[in-house]
Structure formats: C-alpha cells, structure tokens
C-alpha cells in the first residue's frame, strides 16, 4: 500500500484487517477490543502515519473548538474586500486573536443554510452574526439546528427573539447630530443604506426623532451600500437639483463611501465642503481618513465590540447561560475638515 498521501481511517482498517469502528476503539481506549487487536492498530497507524480527522473527532465530543462568524452586508455586496473598508478586517481580525488567546479558532463562513456550503461551516461550536435583517433565514436556520449563536444588531423583525448586542444606533445620531448642529447646520440630511438590518432602520427612526424634536423636516435618502462613492451624485441631485428646494447644509451618511462621493460630487459643482456644507459619515472608510478634505466620522470601537462577540461566543459554545449581554464601550467622534469650519 502507497503510504505517502494520509491514510484514512478506511485505510488503516484494511491494513489491520479490522473495521472502521474497531480502529477507532483501539486508537481511543473505547469498546471491547482485546489488547493485542488494538496493539496491532497502533503499530499499523504508526507506520502509515495516520493522524485522525480533528472536526470528527471534534463532533464524537460535542465539540470542535470552532467559532464561526458570518458578516450579513457582504450579501448585497459586489466584493467581500470593498475598496476602503477596514470596518469589517477590524471585527475579523480582533476576533482571530481574541478566540485564539481563548484556545479556539475563528472561521469566516458564509450563509449556511444554503445548499452546497462546506461542512467546516456547519460544525463550530458557537456563531457570531453581524447585522442580520429582517426575519434573517440564517438565524432560522442556526434556531432550528439548535446552534448556539449571537447576533451584532438584533433581527428587525425579531427583536428580543435571538441574543444580540445593542449598537447603540440613537446614542450614536444623538452624537454626530448633536456635533453637526454645534459646528453650524442648521438643516441636516440623512442618508442610510438599503439593506433590511438594525443598523439602517434604527439609525433612520432614532435620526427622525432627533430631528422632529429640533424642529427640523427629515430630509432623507436611501441609497445602496454597494454603490459605494458613486453614490454622490444621486444623492448631491436630490438635495441641491431643484433650485426651489430647501437644501441642506449638512448632509450625514451611514457608509464612509457614500460620504467620500458626497463630497466630491459637491466640490464638482462649487459647493465648498466645509464652508458651505457639512459632511460626515458614521461607519469610516480610509477615503475619509486620506482624501481632501477629511471627513468626520464616527470611530464604533469595532475591536471592542469583536472582542464582547468572542467573548459571549465562547460562554455559549461551552453551555453557559448568559446573564446579561455586555454593552461595548460608545462610540466616539473623531472630527475632521469636512465639519471644522
């Protein structure tokens, strides 16, 4: 028998002239094998250089030492590497070290629910799920198979039905609106994206109620997430196409991206950022970090929140009840150019 490519378990059964079941008393001290059987079992696994399959061995004890994350928004997403978004490197990548410094490993995974996804990504031990949407059928699924799992923003249509960890979206429009209104705007727009989550829906309910309670009418627009910087000109034609409209001086958009192409759709046209409008963005792309000018964003602690994810990941992947579901720390302004006048 050729020896070099890994041998199976199947392999090692025929070599020893047992089967499949036996081979695996004998390598784990199970059963009722006689001491000379499981002798020759081992002595065969030596020399075939047989190493069992750790995910099997994994799920014959109830557990793999696997975390799965699954990242929601990359569904309507054209790429999962969108060009300037490290949001989302952030939260994987905190989450890496955070479950391996707890001696597990994280796997990204994409819905698996679907027909035909890997196996790998129906075995860990816990799942994590960023901004699910409405009636989610990743997180019916995961309820239905028993799966141990936790969501970064609730399923609108589910509120209280999953775990979740609160985003904070009215904390954070109380924050940026409240900022916008001291460096001088006066009639703020909003722009959301399109997809069905928490983040979209809260944010746009929690900016109505901040802007009804200063008496400003809701300027608002929705625009998909994927369209990304080449969003800016439909949303600068909305606001500023009709000369008899009343137009804004501030304009607050959820995506980084959407915030990079407003302002470069305005700067076209003459409209100076920051001396004639306010622009800022709550979730950050590196545009706004490099572009001129620089724009206000929002920082969401993503590491932070990663962290609390893996955290209650592994409470939950080792069968202990959660008793209240930590809050991570707020988010935080960091102000530049476009809304320092």
């Given at each position: ?136 059928p990743v997180l019916t699924y995961l309820s239905q198979k028993r799966k141990p799992f936790l969501t970064l923003g609730a399923d609108p ?185």
């Open positions: 028998m050729d020896f070099s490519a890994r041998a199976t378990i199947r392999d090692l059964a025929k070599a020893a002239g047992v089967s499949p079941t036996t081979v695996s008393h004998a390598l784990n001290g199970k059963g009722n094998v006689s001491e000379r059987t499981a002798e020759r079992v081992r002595r065969m696994a030596a020399e075939m250089n047989y190493r069992p399959s750790e995910i099997a061995r994994g799920l014959q004890q109830q557990r793999t030492g696997i975390l799965a994350l699954i990242i929601r928004p990359f569904r309507t997403l054209d790429t999962v590497l969108p060009n300037g978004v490290d949001y989302f490197l952030r939260v994987v990548g905190t989450a890496s070290l955070a479950a391996m410094e707890n001696n597990y490993t994280l796997m990204l995974v994409d819905d698996p629910s679907r027909p035909g996804v890997p196996f790998g990504a129906q075995a860990a031990d816990a799942y994590i799920v960023t901004e699910p949407y409405e009636n989610d249509a589910r509120k209280d039905a999953f775990i979740s960890i609160d985003e904070g979206s009215a904390r954070d429009v109380e924050l940026m609106l409240s900022h916008l209104t001291r460096a001088g705007a006066g009639r703020i727009a909003i722009v959301t994206g399109t997809d069905r989550n928490q983040w979209n829906l809260a944010t746009l309910e929690a900016a109505r109620a901040w802007l009804d309670t200063h008496g400003q009418e809701p300027l608002v627009m929705s625009v998909p997430e994927v369209e990304g910087e080449n969003a800016g000109e439909a949303i600068v034609d909305e606001f500023f196409g009709a000369a008899d409209r009343d137009r804004p001086d501030a304009i607050y958009c959820l995506t980084g991206r959407h915030a990079s192409g407003v302002v470069r759709a305005a700067l076209s046209r003459g409209i100076r950022v920051p001396q004639d409008l306010l622009v800022a963005a709550a979730s950050g792309s590196i545009q706004n970090r490099v572009e001129s000018p620089t724009i206000t964003t929002l920082d969401l602690k993503p590491e932070e929140i990663a962290r609390t994810a893996v955290e209650c990941a592994i409470e939950l992947a080792e069968g202990r009840p959660l008793q209240a579901v930590p809050a991570p720390p707020p988010a935080t302004l960091d102000i530049r150019e476009s809304t320092t006048r």
